[in-house]
């Protein structure tokens, strides 16, 4: 049985690890299940153990393991949704170690939903027993399921699993604070745990696989810990971080009748995938005037219709409706989102369901390679703080938790079987511009400060207003001056520190996005039509730069050899060996 590492004193160093992993998720607890049982683990998690972004996935996980389907297939729904920006190489990686990821998952315990005339004497395949539906941007039935509680059955089967793991410590309701790098390589992470600050020592590398950052804005389906951690943590530590101006949100999140918006629950993608129709407050089904796929549509359009129908009308939410569907396949399929209907007065199956667009998930984040090997010897990052091109401007529905799966699993297997010496290369090759930008204001993170819950939401609201769906370049420099008087406001807890500073880089990461804001946030006649990047496969138009470590300049530059690709217009390559490469605009430090 896994133990807690127990505080030691302020500053002194827990036990040594091999490996060090920050986060609970699908992808920290696959890469440590997929370690080898003599391998020495720590987990680090914010909350208790299980609380993690997974665990609210509701939809599903893509996998192409239909009789119909195959991985090109697959391959090709994720780049036509990533808009021209997903890199062909990583995603052909997520799409062929598919199918024995989900067999590797459903060993470890986890439970799919079963096709009706599935034979458990039999084995017919994963295609012959599992029940696959189809969500949006997906050409095919691919979707493996648990009812609509897909992410919080997994999480169930990881952590059995992972508190049966020999060998392995888990610090719980431990906040991570900064990287320890030493000689040019991250050798460990200093953790807040019960007040005291302890050092986590790994020999074999550290993996950042803590989340995203939902919480930066007013609106998000995310739980109360994504709050940017991993994306700052890179940063500090002088890490290329990438696409940071790709921010997903989900279209369809729940407008309670009342008027509260404390819980913005999430009305899975496949619900659409199974029928729903979207309609206006005049009752019109609208998303055929947006796109030939109308409700299947990728979710950037589909957000962006559903917000252009609000604003048209001055109406808080737009609608889902299920009513032509048989209601008591509605309440069997989705049991989880029809409870929290029926909360609020609203019958999933007869009702008109109030849904508006919300903060969901980050495409962008800490550049890697398809080993998710980032641009400092020894770190690795897994999940949705990596930023390993597969997503591209837009995630395809339900490739979230495959991505965390496939990926995690890849990074165990290089952990395994190599040191950090023989395990990073001298230049691993990151596509695209190099940027840098103007220095930001640092927040002061304070380990006693309490939660500053007034600057939190105030850099939320700008968030929502400034740099969500709809930006321009005015509202963009607004948005800069204000989250710079916020950061500069004086001493904050060390999570409002992570979100002070990346939402600045967020935020300089859109306004260098130029060719993207003409169709994002005004073109809104025109939603249906695709970002004007280069589309061009494998040549993604991306760039990117570093954060603020201490790295020497030659360290640097054995790690980071930046390659240019596709300028884009107007813009020119700013960055030095020191500042890192990789796919879009990202933030240099100071």
């Not at 993690?52 to 509701?58: E, F, G, M, V």
């Not at 021209?84 to 439970?111: M, N, Q």
């Not at 719980?172 to 390589?185: I, K, P, S």
């Not at 029809?338 to 919300?358: E, K, N, Q, S, T």
Request: proline fraction near 5%.
């Amino acid at each position: 049985m896994p133990t807690s590492v127990s505080a030691v004193g302020a500053g002194s160093e827990a036990p040594h690890c091999d490996v060090a992993i920050l986060g609970g998720g699908i992808a920290g607890l696959s890469l440590a299940l997929s370690l080898p049982a003599g391998l020495r683990v720590t987990l680090v998690t914010k909350a208790a153990l299980g609380e993690s972004n997974t665990r609210y996935a509701q939809g599903g996980l893509a996998a192409a393991v239909g009789a119909d389907d195959d991985a090109e297939l697959h391959l090709r729904d994720t780049v036509a949704a990533g808009a021209g920006l997903v890199d062909e190489r990583a995603a052909r990686v997520l799409v062929t170690e598919a199918r024995e990821a989900v067999a590797w998952l459903i060993a470890a315990g986890t439970h799919f939903d079963e096709r009706p005339d599935a034979s458990p004497a039999r084995d017919d395949g994963l295609a012959a027993r599992y029940d696959l539906t189809r969500e949006a941007a997906h050409s095919r039935r691919r979707v493996l399921h648990a009812r609509d509680a897909t992410g919080a059955e997994i999480e169930r089967a990881l952590v059995a699993a992972m508190r049966a793991r020999q060998g392995a410590h888990v610090l719980e309701h431990t906040q991570a604070l900064e990287l320890v790098v030493r000689d040019g390589a991250c050798a460990g992470v200093d953790v807040l745990h019960d007040g005291q600050v302890l050092r986590v020592l790994a020999s074999r590398g550290v993996a950042l696989a803590n989340g995203g950052a939902g919480q930066l804005w007013l609106r998000t389906s995310n739980p109360l810990g994504a709050t940017a951690d991993g994306f700052a943590l890179a940063w500090r530590a002088g890490v290329a971080l990438a696409d940071l101006e790709f921010a997903q949100f989900h279209p369809t999140v729940l407008v309670p009748p009342n008027g509260d918006t404390t819980e913005a629950f999430l009305i899975s993608e496949a619900v659409r995938g199974e029928g729903a129709w979207l309609r206006n407050q005049a009752g019109e089904r609208f998303l055929p005037r947006y796109a030939p796929e109308a409700e299947l549509a990728p979710r950037d359009v589909v957000a962006r219709a559903i917000l252009s129908e609000m604003l048209a009308e001055g109406a808080p939410s737009a609608f889902l409706d299920l009513r032509h569907l048989r209601a008591a396949e509605t309440h069997t399929r989705f049991p989880t989102i029809a409870a929290v209907c029926r909360r609020y007065g609203l019958d999933l199956a007869r009702d008109l369901i109030p849904v508006a667009p919300a903060a969901h998930y980050f495409m962008g984040g800490v550049a890697v390679d398809a080993w998710a090997r980032t641009t400092l010897p020894g770190l690795y990052a897994v999940g949705e703080v990596a930023c390993t091109g597969v997503h591209g401007a837009n995630r395809l529905a339900s490739n979230s938790l495959l991505e965390g799966l496939v990926f995690g699993r890849r990074a165990a297997r290089l952990l395994a079987r190599t040191t950090t010496a023989d395990a990073w290369p001298s230049a691993p090759t990151l596509p695209g511009d190099v940027l840098t930008f103007e220095p930001l204001v640092l927040p002061v993170g304070a380990h006693a400060a309490p939660i500053a819950e007034e600057i939190r939401a105030g850099l939320r609201r700008v968030m929502w207003q400034r740099v969500s769906l709809r930006r321009d370049e005015a509202g963009l420099a607004e948005a800069r001056r204000e989250l710079r008087a916020l950061a500069a406001a004086g001493p904050v807890d060390p999570e409002t520190a992570n979100m002070l500073l990346v939402a600045q880089l967020i935020t300089e990461a859109a306004q260098a996005r130029r060719e993207k804001r003409r169709q994002r946030w005004y073109g809104m006649s025109s939603v249906h039509q695709r970002s004007p990047c280069d589309s061009s496969v494998g040549t993604p138009n991306r760039f990117t730069t570093s954060g603020s470590g201490s790295r020497s300049k030659s360290q640097a530059s054995a790690n980071c050899r930046p390659t240019m690709k596709s300028r884009l217009p107007g813009m020119k390559p700013t960055g030095t060996p020191e500042s890192a490469s990789r796919r879009s605009a990202a933030a240099s430090g100071p």
